[in-house]
């Protein structure tokens, strides 16, 4: 007879060969650099680097903000982290630090760690389609009262495992077209807009809190995007006739890449505030936010190791199957810098070079560009910056390369992006 069994992939990376998580401290003092850290440990693994300090500044100028925007229209603010963007403990630890306590989950996984990590938190369940223990459990063992839905299905399963409960916020997520973001996300999620009509109706005729909800799609640089999703927002509360209590302008927020710089936070902080001021919605509406990659891409760094250079191809120690998913077929191109401890460095110009993941597989290849010294060689380290969002939790165990280091620096991102107060790298 066989036996069933069950694992999560929801758990910290492992730490210098150890899978146990360590405690962040936010004073930065005790911290090495990068170049500091690649001296000491000579890493032959990838090696993440968190940057606390980084994280809580950037979560905190984002709370901040987001705050004074809807305040400037009469309304609360509430900054919804979104933990599938990355679940290290180490990352939200920084995150609390930095003022949130909201979080949008979207799996059993995620429930358990953040009300493990963060007792007092507040929980909302953002994913549209669940199933229905998934449900019971957010509900009945961890505390979850919001739950967001996109069909009368899903809103039927909620009420059923709920027992019909009468303390639920019931977010309606609205379908947008496809917009202009680098990932669009208009195809799987959303109810058409007559449909929303007639959900929002039902929803709240069943709960006492019942909110809107739309993505305009991850790394928007368009600020306007917000502005017409809030208008289509608009006519669907309109034509449903009713009050709203939750107005939730998702995630896309963006941030900085190599010849990629969106314009300020502010401006999609202002594109917001104009949106939801011209609906008109009652001044008890509170306005949610999902941001994941605004939050943590600066945070975290990724350093490598060249095991092999044929011309300006190199053969590093990871790749597609790990950290490095969005420099494969979505083509994300991410700050690089050389890191040669135990060598001079020499001013040898820059080459664009792409890279080959560990793997077997022929599609493990990153093509770049990445600008480097034109005489890096096997055996130098690259630093690769922005991959605090969705590099980490991507990782899999493909081909037996499943091991990684974590360590935390004190080092400012690699890129910075217009609008966010990072004290804690200041000179």
Not at 364 to 382: E, Q, S, T, Y
Not at 391 to 398: D, K, N, V, W
Request: hydrophobic share 45%.
């Amino acid at each position: 007879m066989g036996f069933l069994r069950s694992r999560s992939a929801v758990t910290p990376l492992r730490r210098n060969g150890s899978a146990t998580a360590t405690t962040v401290s936010l004073s930065s003092g005790r911290r090495t650099t990068v170049t500091q850290a690649v001296a000491l440990h000579r890493p032959e693994e990838p090696m993440h680097c968190i940057r606390p300090g980084v994280l809580a500044d950037t979560a905190e100028s984002f709370v901040a903000a987001f705050g004074e925007a809807t305040a400037s229209v009469g309304r609360g603010g509430d900054v919804l982290y979104a933990v599938k963007c990355n679940p290290e403990p180490a990352v939200l630890r920084a995150l609390w630090a930095g003022g949130v306590r909201h979080f949008d989950v979207a799996s059993p996984g995620e429930i358990r760690l953040i009300r493990q990590m963060f007792p007092e938190a507040v929980l909302h369940y953002m994913h549209p389609v669940k199933g229905r223990q998934a449900i019971r459990a957010a509900y009945q063992q961890y505390g979850v009262r919001d739950f967001v839905l996109d069909s009368r299905e899903e809103l039927d399963k909620i009420l059923e495992e709920t027992d019909g409960a009468a303390d639920l916020g019931l977010v309606v997520r609205l379908a947008l077209p496809k917009g202009n973001a680098v990932y669009d996300l208009s195809g799987k999620f959303g109810a058409a807009m007559a449909d929303a009509v007639e959900l929002l109706r039902a929803v709240r005729a069943a709960a006492p809190k019942v909110g809107v909800s739309f993505h305009v799609g991850s790394q928007m640089l368009d600020p306007a995007a917000y502005e017409r999703a809030l208008a289509l927002a608009g006519r669907v509360i309109a034509e449903a006739g009713v009050t709203i209590d939750v107005l939730d302008v998702g995630g896309g927020f963006p941030v900085s890449y190599p010849g990629v710089t969106p314009p300020p936070l502010g401006d999609f902080m202002a594109a917001i505030a104009r949106g939801v001021a011209a609906l008109g919605l009652p001044e008890t509406c509170r306005v949610w936010c999902e941001p994941g990659r605004a939050l943590v891409a600066p945070g975290v760094s990724l350093v490598v190791q060249v095991v092999k250079r044929r011309g300006d191809e190199l053969f590093i120690n990871d790749g597609v199957y790990g950290a490095l998913s969005d420099a494969g077929v979505p083509g994300f191109r991410f700050p690089a810098r050389m890191i040669r401890p135990f060598e001079a460095m020499t001013d040898a110009g820059g080459v664009e070079f792409s890279f080959y993941g560990p793997t077997c597989d022929s599609a493990d290849r990153m093509n770049g560009p990445f600008l480097l010294p034109a005489d890096i060689k096997a055996g130098d380290w690259i630093e690769l910056g922005q991959l605090g969002a969705y590099g980490s939790c991507l990782r899999t165990a493909f081909n037996g390369f499943d091991q990684a280091k974590v360590v935390e620096v004190a080092d400012a991102p690699l890129l910075e992006t217009p609008g966010y107060l990072l004290r804690s790298c200041a000179a």
